[in-house]
């Protein structure tokens, strides 16, 4: 895969075309033929999986960049979770549906543990922010294994590599939480349970079970719908107390099993199960419409000027598409090819319907049905192009990566056709390095 500048001139300048060439060459090889094969993401009882593309590497000087421009931005939404308590113009913008809205009130955690931000490189060198996901760990793990994977192949051949970031550590999914959970609650645990729906995707379950069983933890699995509260308050499973977890529970999951969560919702609001994100900073830093706020200069207050300074030009205009007045609405649904409307709390691509892509007719309905829910709209980004292979047609791409507590564990580009890159549709994962 080759940088496609010669083809368009809409390539993006920070990934190091030397090095995709190089890479190509050693992929060439029967070993690396076999490693590009050998990992994969998705969980096949879910849907075939996939195997990831090729290492990709950015160019030198930009890691110390995007480490900043990270750092900020987890302080900048770990300042939105905080205030959207007490501040009434954040809960305006900011909705919730119930049950989730009184779910958030009644907690009172702050801290965004886990964050993946999803970023549309410009051909201005820069990028621009898509969206913020307060999960979303299985990607940056699988990632991270096979970055470690090809480095030993790609430094035989004589190809330079930056230092390892954190996720490169194959007990890194288990470490982080580890070390996170003792932090919080002052006690490091000896079991761990993995919450999930059972007919969810089991990709993250999966490097959780691994991480924590290669560092000694064992390992409980259960729905979330098994957990029960005991008569001292702690959440217990099969008659077994447990103090610690990894919940793997989609928004729309949340929302849809809340009824039947309530020894799980209570557990964690009440600090007596410890689970990444907790539940206020899960639902509010998981939801799309935090770029309204982000975007918006009427809550420059809310943030530290540098970050602000350093953040706000990466986020393209955006807001919460009930509140806008009616000149603004008639110009959305005049200029479809400009905007780009998302639904707060869908994931996998599901609830994103993009302007350039879409009818007349079925964008108008569409921003109907957006205004009438409180949907995020979003100046519309194009995305930049890599070309798949000498005679290969190009492909969008993106730039994902994933901080614990605002520092970088890792990082992904996804490629395709869609503009919606997400690999639960047609999205392709490459490792990269920093």
């Excluded at 761990?192 to 069983?213: I, K, M, T």
């Amino acid at each position: 895969m080759t940088d496609d500048n010669d083809a368009d001139g809409e390539g993006w300048s920070g990934l190091d075309e030397t090095f995709t060439r190089q890479v190509a060459a050693v992929a060439g090889t029967t070993e690396g033929r076999a490693l590009a094969d050998a990992h994969t993401v998705g969980d096949p009882a879910v849907r075939k999986a996939r195997p990831l593309g090729l290492p990709l590497r950015l160019r030198p000087g930009l890691r110390e960049e995007l480490e900043a421009f990270v750092a900020a931005y987890h302080r900048m939404i770990e300042a939105v979770v905080a205030a959207w308590e007490h501040d009434p113009r954040l809960r305006r913008v900011l909705t919730l549906p119930e049950p989730l809205r009184a779910q958030a009130a009644a907690a009172h955690d702050t801290r965004v543990h886990l964050l993946r931000l999803d970023l549309l490189p410009q051909p201005d060198g820069r990028w621009g922010v898509l969206e913020t996901n307060a999960n979303g760990p299985g990607g940056l793990a699988v990632v991270g294994r096979a970055r470690a994977a090809w480095r030993p192949l790609l430094t035989r051949h004589g190809i330079d590599l930056p230092r390892p970031l954190p996720a490169d550590d194959a007990t890194w999914t288990g470490r982080w939480l580890l070390d996170l959970a003792e932090r919080h609650t002052g006690r490091r645990p000896v079991s761990v349970a993995l919450l999930y729906p059972h007919r969810a995707d089991r990709n993250a379950v999966r490097s959780y079970q691994d991480g924590l069983g290669a560092l000694g933890v064992r390992v409980l699995h259960a729905d979330p719908r098994e957990l029960r509260t005991a008569a001292d308050g702690a959440a217990t499973l099969d008659g077994e107390p447990v103090r610690h977890a990894y919940a793997k529970i989609g928004m729309r999951d949340l929302q849809l099993l809340a009824g039947d969560l309530g020894p799980y919702l209570r557990a964690v609001r009440e600090r007596a199960l410890f689970v990444q994100n907790g539940l206020r900073a899960r639902v509010i830093g998981d939801n799309k419409l935090c770029l309204a706020v982000l975007s918006d200069p009427r809550f420059a207050d809310l943030f530290d000027p540098d970050d602000h300074r350093r953040v706000q030009p990466a986020v393209p205009w955006s807001r919460n598409l009930a509140l806008c007045d009616g000149p603004t609405v008639r110009r959305i649904t005049r200029e479809r090819e400009r905007y780009v409307l998302k639904s707060p709390l869908d994931a996998n691509g599901r609830g994103v319907v993009v302007g350039p892509e879409t009818g007349d007719t079925a964008w108008a309905e569409a921003v109907g049905l957006a205004a009438a829910g409180g949907w995020l709209v979003q100046e519309y980004l194009s995305g930049p192009r890599l070309r798949g292979g000498p005679d290969g047609p190009p492909v969008q791409h993106d730039l994902a990566v994933g901080a614990v507590n605002g520092r970088l564990a890792s990082a992904f580009v996804r490629t395709g056709h869609e503009a919606r890159l997400n690999v639960a549709r047609s999205g392709r994962l490459h490792p990269l390095y920093l």
